[in-house]
């Protein structure tokens, strides 16, 4: 069984500021299934990233994903207020146990 | 644009069978993953199962001795069943398509689903 592990399970950043997300398997997957969600409190997640580096239909170009193997990544590169959130990563049937971007 | 809602009883007592469906509006259910999410209240994600449009599934192992996913291609809709439900499985449930196979693009609302006496 796969496990993937976010943390810390908090960051606190200022709008402007570049934010890194970090998200570890327990062992090597398959960057194919790979996929980064935004959550806002009361909504569905939002598709952000999939197959580890594409960006879904939408999805700001401040937002990228990348790596491989058992480390990934989500970057939003310039915080905006609406990017505050819970985010969540996800390979296959596993997601991860979320990263708040919240304001300092 | 594609739109999923979800549909069924909000309440549903211990041991009984939590029973979910799913319109799809906007687009046609054929040539698509469609899977099942929860939220249990101030959690994260647990993905349930997904059903293609021919019928063939993939269950969470976790899940999978008391899930059961369906299709119904003509009214564009898909069902969840989950038995001997407890207080454990108190959660938001979620449709949602995927673009491919766990990459989901379309989602519905979600419903809070309660598991009392």
């Known amino acids: 069984e796969i496990v993937l592990t976010q943390s810390p399970g908090t960051l606190s950043f200022s709008p402007g500021d570049r934010a890194t997300l970090s998200c570890r398997a327990s062992q090597a997957v398959s960057s194919d299934y790979v996929a980064w969600y935004q959550q806002k409190p009361g909504q569905a997640p939002k598709l952000l990233i999939y197959?580890?580096?594409s960006r879904a239909t939408g999805i700001p170009d401040r937002f990228s994903g990348a790596g491989s193997g058992t480390a990934f990544t989500l970057t939003i590169s310039r915080l905006e207020s609406d990017d505050f959130a819970m985010y969540y990563c996800?390979?296959?049937?596993?997601f991860g146990g979320g990263t708040k971007v919240e304001i300092k | 644009q594609v739109q999923l809602q979800e549909s069924g009883p909000g309440l549903v007592k211990p041991s009984e069978t939590l029973s979910l469906t799913c319109t799809v509006s906007g687009g046609a259910i054929s040539r698509h993953y469609w899977s099942w999410i929860r939220q249990p209240p101030g959690k994260g994600l647990e993905w349930i199962g997904y059903?293609?449009?021919?019928?063939?599934?993939v269950y969470n192992p976790s899940l999978e001795s008391r899930v059961t996913l369906s299709v119904d291609t003509s009214r564009n809709q898909f069902s969840l069943r989950l038995s001997s439900v407890t207080a454990a499985d108190t959660a938001v449930y979620y449709c949602?398509?995927?673009?491919?196979?766990?990459?989901?693009?379309?989602w519905g609302q979600g419903m809070l689903v309660t598991v009392s006496s």
């Open positions: 949602a398509r995927s673009l491919m196979y766990f990459d989901f693009i379309y």
């Open positions: 996800q390979q296959g049937g596993t």
């Open positions: 197959a580890a580096s």
């Open positions: 059903i293609y449009s021919s019928g063939s599934t």
